[in-house]
């Protein structure tokens, strides 16, 4: 999928960069209508891979953004 699912803008969400060591490089607490904000701001740090994106409030994994 190349796109954010609608049902992540209505949440409070986790997003975390890790690099290629799967080490956290970058982290951000948000609301999900700013979820593509915040994913290029994350890959604005070159150490970052890829990102894992959460619930913020109950941790519930909702997918993963690669690097292209």
């Known amino acids: 999928m190349d796109r954010v699912?609608?049902?992540l803008r209505a949440r409070t969400l986790s997003l975390?960069?890790?690099d290629?060591?799967?080490?956290?490089?970058?982290?951000?607490?948000i609301d999900g209508t700013r979820v593509e904000e915040m994913i290029e701001r994350i890959f604005s740090n070159p150490e970052v891979s890829?990102?894992?994106i959460h619930n913020a409030a109950a941790g519930c994994f909702?997918?993963?953004?690669e690097r292209v």
């Open 50 to 52: 890829y990102i894992h």
């Open 62 to 65: 909702h997918g993963r953004v």
């Open 16 to 18: 975390r960069g890790f």
């Open 5 to 7: 699912p609608e049902l």
């Open 20 to 29: 290629t060591s799967g080490m956290t490089r970058e982290t951000e607490v």
